[in-house]
Antibody, heavy 120, light 107 residues
Framework: QVQLQESGPGLVKPSETLSLTCTVS??????????WSWVRQSGKGLEWIGYI??????NYNPSLKSRVTISLDTSKSQFSLKLSSVTAADAAVYYC?????????????WGQGSLVTVSS | DIQMTQSPSSLSASVGDRVTITCRAS??????LSWFQQKPGKAPQLLIF???TLQSGVPSRFSGSKSETDFTLAISSLEPEDFAVYYC?????????FGQGTKVEIK
């Protein structure tokens, strides 16, 4: 069974870049069958950030698009999130998740989440 | 963006009760609606996708249905482990969006 695990700093200073990595085990990020997504959860609820496909193509939430980059490292079975110019509004639990590539595109496996605090 | 509106935001129920939660989409999303269960400190867990298909391992007391843009999650007989927060999500068009959640509490 596939497992996803987020890792990265739990504290980021305002205006700096948040960086998180998701390591996938029991499955391959090189598979054409899945999108690899990031979702965050704060007091405002759940928010999809974006996904990357095995080809390297990505799709981002327009609300965050100017600040987000998602990348893939197939050699390490990892995908990563970078969110620049963070503010207190970016403090959240960040989840990585596997999403089916075929309709209905559901999210079937999630990591346990990584809490990120934004503070100087 | 497609707005997903869940109701109620919370409910109190007893073990054995039948519970229904509704999610309304702001426009047509075909059948591309998922339901998740989330317990404190845990990630959301997929219960149902494509409106009514149970994810592997999910008990049959959970079911999903739709009427136009209104989607319903039903729990036929609440078990103690079902007390949690439930979210709907549309995957019809990006940005994928979630409902605000329904907390199911013990009466």
């Amino acid at each position: 069974q596939v497992q996803l695990q987020e890792s990265g700093p739990g504290l980021v200073k305002p205006s700096e870049t948040l960086s998180l990595t998701c390591t996938v085990s029991g499955g391959s990020v090189s598979s054409h069958s899945y999108y690899w997504s990031w979702v965050r959860q704060s007091g405002k609820g759940l928010e999809w950030i974006g996904y990357i496909y095995y080809s390297g193509s990505a799709n981002y939430n327009p609300s965050l698009k100017s600040r987000v980059t998602i990348s893939l490292d197939t050699s390490k079975s990892q995908f990563s999130l970078k969110l620049s110019s963070v503010t207190a509004a970016d403090a959240a639990v960040y989840y990585c998740a596997r999403q089916q590539w075929l309709a209905p595109y559901h999210f079937d496996f999630w990591g346990q989440g990584s809490l990120v605090t934004v503070s100087s | 963006d497609i707005q997903m509106t869940q109701s109620p935001s919370s409910l109190s129920a007893s073990v054995g009760d039948r519970v229904t939660i509704t999610c309304r989409a702001s426009e047509s999303i075909s059948s591309y609606l998922s339901w998740f269960q989330q317990k404190p400190g845990k990630a959301p867990q997929l219960l149902i996708f494509d409106t009514s298909t149970l994810q592997s391992g999910v008990p049959s007391r959970f079911s999903g249905s739709k009427s136009e843009t209104d989607f319903t999650l039903a729990i036929s007989s609440l078990e103690p482990e079902d007390f949690a927060v439930y979210y709907c999500q549309q995957t019809y068009s990006t940005p994928w969006t979630f409902g605000q959640g329904t907390k199911v509490e013990i009466k």
